[in-house]
């Protein structure tokens, strides 16, 4: 890990910040992700929700996967299953998943890939694990993140963007040591490839060992680091963050200041390797219900009855297994 990498030293660089006259953000809370199991029964870190989601808004979850090395048989997916008013974020840091939707949207997503599924007015989709992976076993590592739409959002018609790994903007830290890739958003003013409606920023960081990356952060937005693997300290303040924890920075300042533990695991030797996570706050009602993310209770029970009328789409009947990629590979 990771799997996209680049010479850093050939790369536009992030602007060097005046130490005294930049008002870094505070850090404001460490959280330790939570254990469950999702889909077929595979093992994620969740941050959040879990905690008040305030601290994350316009983010409602965020699924870390791994890293693990699965053996022949192991590697697990999910079942067809409805999603509406949000947007899922799947992004394959070492390893393969695979996506199907009932919009005819989906692909391989692999090895540095990013796949952004807006649900929108409700669709069905499926996440799948490769043949080769489940027959071979091998490592697997990677995040999904869902990203609220606002209200009048909430019923735009489905769509699917695939992000190669070719596509993601990648940027140098100042000194030319730490590796930033832009999968959404802007920072700096380098764009990345996402396209979104709920404006948003969304990188990840390789901090080399001992380096501090600055990062300049838009006033109007909230800020949040996970960490994937490593250790480091967040904010002015020095604050350990370890692998599987989160930081959630306060409203007020201009720029983040991050820094990497000169001493690293042993799987982490290129660096530090973290999410920096960003957007605007819709300061919308949330009704929530399992795939559902709606304003109201009422939206909710329609979610449901559109799904079991058949209005979130139908499943392909090429598509449909009839037993799972796990149990045909055993």
């Not at 090395?69 to 899922?88: I, Q």
């Not at 990648?170 to 396209?195: F, K, M, T």
């Amino acid at each position: 890990m990771p799997a996209v990498t680049a010479d850093t030293l050939t790369l536009p660089r992030l602007p060097l910040l005046p130490e005294a006259a930049t008002a870094w953000r505070p850090v404001a809370r460490i959280i330790t992700a939570q254990r469950h199991l999702e889909g077929e029964g595979f093992a994620v870190r969740r941050p959040f929700p879990g905690v008040d989601l305030s601290l994350a808004d316009p983010f409602l979850l965020l699924d870390h996967m791994g890293a693990v090395e699965y053996a022949p048989g192991e590697a697990m997916g999910t079942p067809w299953h409805p999603h509406r008013g949000f947007e899922t974020v799947t992004y394959i840091i070492d390893g393969a998943f695979q996506h199907h939707d009932t919009t005819g949207g989906g692909g391989l997503i692999a090895d540095g890939d990013t796949q952004w599924m807006t649900a929108g007015s409700g669709l069905q989709h499926i996440e799948q694990p490769t043949p080769e992976l489940v027959a071979a076993g091998g490592l697997f590592h990677g995040v999904q993140l869902w990203v609220n739409l606002p209200r009048e959002q909430k019923w735009v018609p489905p769509r699917y963007q695939d992000i190669n790994r070719s596509d993601v903007k990648l940027l140098s830290s100042a000194d030319g040591s730490s590796l930033v890739r832009v999968i959404a958003g802007s920072l700096a003013g380098h764009e990345g490839p996402g396209i979104t409606y709920t404006p948003i920023t969304y990188l990840h960081a390789t901090v080399a060992p001992g380096a501090r990356l600055d990062l300049p952060w838009p006033t109007g937005f909230n800020a949040l680091v996970y960490v994937l693997s490593g250790r480091g300290t967040v904010g002015t303040s020095g604050t350990s963050l370890d692998e599987g924890q989160l930081a959630t920075f306060g409203p007020r300042g201009e720029a983040l200041t991050l820094r990497a533990a000169d001493s690293q695991p042993l799987a982490s030797a290129n660096g530090w390797e973290i999410l920096v996570l960003g957007g605007l706050p819709i300061k919308e009602p949330i009704a929530r219900y399992g795939p559902f993310v709606m304003n109201t209770r009422n939206e909710i029970v329609q979610a449901f009855e559109d799904f079991q009328a058949g209005r979130m789409g139908v499943v392909p009947a090429d598509k449909i297994p009839h037993r799972s990629t796990r149990d045909e590979n055993l």
